[in-house]
């Protein structure tokens, strides 16, 4: 049997409500971008789950690696200073 | 300090409840296991679309026919939340197909019994789909990200099969003798293969231990085998027909009900390939797969053909 060549990978994003960020739904195969949409609402957005879809192409992404994510994000941890916690407020201030 | 050998520190991980996501280190084994399982759910989906697709064109009325449509729809869209999933394990689409036709992977042996009547599509959502909802319900919570995240997708959308299932059932057995004695001669087929779906009893259970260990599975075949029983149960006394098993009893001091001895010979003969309907589901599938071939080579031919376009002479 020859190796038929296969049809792209795309990830999936929903945004379900204008106002809110996308979120990822998985992935779907299509050939072009316009059957990439489709088949994202095909296959995720029976329900109307789906205000807004995003498909971008999978190997598009690139992605951190878990394995470095100590150092990786190590650079923010020691800035405690950003964390509103962070401030000494005086004895009685209000809305603040 | 002293460096920690991988395979500790990923069952760290799971036993602090931690998700496994694609990029993550695995033991080449869990990665296996969740294949094969992943896989052959995915594939059960799919199958499963052939028994209930029998009734479409009579379906008994418009209402049972667009239903029917959009749970089939359903299924088709589980199984390709499933594919997704499998594939962030570093399996391509046309080989878990490929695994599919030859026989590597497995499907849910329950798909190889046929729809004989209309009933058949009322206890194949109450009871297939129900013994499936136990399952995928104790899975949502499985240790692997994308597995764990369609589960929670799927789960959403199975109440609607089960309960169109158990309306057709409940509106049968209220109506002519005739068609109550359709709806108990559907659940006296259904049900024992129901209760196969769980898979063999624990303690002949090939995959389990190591399953439990990293969590892909969270309960035990018998444990869910139970739940479903144990629910089932009162819904079949509600609607007046009556569970095929003279040993069904309720166990007052286990708060189980206790149940007759499954027939194992006959699981291990269907999933063998010698069930009712084994070598069409198989047949249907590998045809459709070759009959679309040419769609999908058009369709990438007509993609390539539209990107050259966009190339400024």
């Known amino acids: 049997m020859s190796k038929e060549k296969q049809w792209p990978l795309w990830e999936v994003f929903i945004q379900s409500k204008t106002g809110l960020p996308y979120k990822h739904a998985g992935s779907v195969h299509a050939p072009d971008a316009e059957m990439a949409l489709q088949n994202a609402r095909d296959t995720y957005t029976r329900r109307g789950e789906g205000n807004s879809i995003w498909v971008v192409p999978s190997d598009a992404i690139i992605a951190s690696n878990p394995a470095d994510a100590e150092s990786f994000y190590e650079p923010s941890n020691d800035k405690i200073y950003r964390h509103p916690t962070f401030y000494v407020m005086p004895e009685g201030a209000k809305h603040i | 300090m002293e460096k920690k050998n991988p395979e500790d520190s990923f069952q760290v991980k799971i036993d602090a409840e ?5 990029k993550d280190w695995m033991p080449d084994e869990y990665r296996r296991n969740l294949i094969r399982q992943i896989s052959q759910h995915a594939h059960s989906e799919v199958i499963g679309m052939q028994p209930e697709g ?14 029917l449509l959009a749970k089939i729809q359903d299924e088709g869209g589980h199984g390709l939340y499933l594919y997704s999933a499998c594939e962030t394990l570093g399996i391509s689409r046309d080989e878990l197909i490929e695994q599919l036709h030859s026989g590597k992977a497995k499907y849910s042996s329950i798909f190889n019994y046929p ?7 009322g206890a194949v959502g109450w009871l297939v789909d129900g013994a499936a909802i136990v399952n995928q319900v104790s899975l949502q919570r499985t240790s692997y990200g ?22 057709i059932m409940a509106n049968m057995a209220k109506g002519t003798a005739e068609q109550k004695q359709m709806a108990q001669d559907a659940l006296n087929r ?14 002949e259970s090939a995959h389990s231990a190591k399953s439990m260990k990293w969590k892909i599975k969270r309960e035990s075949n018998d444990e869910l085998r139970q739940r479903f029983i144990d629910k089932t149960v009162q819904q079949a006394e509600v609607i007046g027909l009556s569970i095929p098993d003279p040993d069904l009893k309720w166990n007052e001091q286990r708060k189980h009900y206790d149940f007759g001895k499954i027939n194992w010979e006959e699981f291990t003969n269907v999933l063998n390939g010698n069930g009712p309907c084994n070598k069409q589901r198989m047949a249907n599938h590998i045809q459709a797969h070759q009959n679309g071939k040419w769609v999908r080579e058009a369709a990438i031919a007509y993609a390539e053909k539209q990107k050259n376009k966009k190339v400024p002479a």
Request: glycine residues 4%; proline residues 8%; charged residues 25%.
């Open chain 2, 18 to 22: 931690e998700k496994i996501e694609p």
């Open chain 2, 54 to 67: 029998n009734w479409i064109t009579r379906a008994p009325s418009l209402r049972a026919k667009a239903v």
């Open chain 2, 115 to 121: 729809t004989l009547t209309w009933a058949d599509i």
């Open chain 2, 146 to 167: 994308p597995y764990s995240r369609a589960m929670i997708r799927i789960c959403k959308e199975e109440s609607f099969h089960q309960r169109q299932g158990y309306e």
């Open chain 2, 190 to 203: 259904w049900w024992w293969p129901s209760l196969m779906m769980f898979g063999p009893h624990d303690t």
